[in-house]
């Protein structure tokens, strides 16, 4: 997350957790994604943005997972996590803003980054500075698996903003009215969502490596997606 204010909403679990209950973010599609993405392969882990890791738990359900580091804003998310299983046998946490964090860790440290619903909360600079860092920490043949909001081709981000109000307004209808008022402003002051085509034209410029990266579509609908980008 960008600053501490970017995760105050998530700090409230009921409202987090009737997203995920509802799906209205689309964590089932994006757990299915990890799955496929990483079967059959021993993981070090860099999860950027990790909230209480149940994303990560859920997509690397059944993995082997050699090592495990978390990286989040929210202190009360982090203890989640560390209160969870099924991260591997010794989770670490790293209590910070992405930016910072990354860059006192090791490079070639880790084969899997996952950055779920995190990105979005930078403005484009410092996306680009992750993404450097990103490419840096990964080991030959690593990869990213990038989750997050997105424009359509063409969109803009008042354009974005305006739709998925809309559609909080008129398909979330099971959440309290005062917390749909609270996941709107949450956007309309800390979401700033890319095109698909930027998301891939950006890896592809900064991630260095002597073959072509590489980048698959695993989900895409209005509003999500979820990039494999590889190095």
Known sequence: MSDPQSVEIFNSWDLYGNIVRNNWMRH????????????????????LGCGDGAMARNGLLGRSIEKYVGVDLSQDALDHLQRAAGL?????????????????????S?????????LHHYQRDDKESILREIARVLTPQGRLLWIDIACLEGEDRSGYVSRIEHEIQTQWKTMPQ??????????????????????????????????????????????????????
């Not at 757990?31 to 860099?46: C, D, M, P, W, Y």
């Not at 989770?91 to 964090?101: A, F, K, M, N, T």
């Open 110 to 118: 880790f084969d899997l980054v996952l950055a779920s619903y995190s």
């Open 28 to 47: 089932e599609q994006m757990s299915q994604f990890i799955q496929n993405a990483t079967e059959g392969r021993k993981l070090h882990v860099l999860d």
């Open 88 to 108: 591997g046998i010794d989770p670490q946490v790293i209590l910070g803003d992405i930016r910072e964090s990354i860059q006192k860790l090791a490079s070639q």
């Open 178 to 231: 005062k917390h749909r008022e609270d996941s709107i402003q949450h956007i309309r002051n800390h979401d700033f969502p890319e095109q698909q085509s930027w998301m891939i034209q950006t890896w592809e410029k900064i991630s260095c490596s002597d073959t072509e990266p590489k980048a698959r579509v695993g989900f895409r609908d209005e509003f999500y997606i979820a990039l494999e980008l590889s190095v």
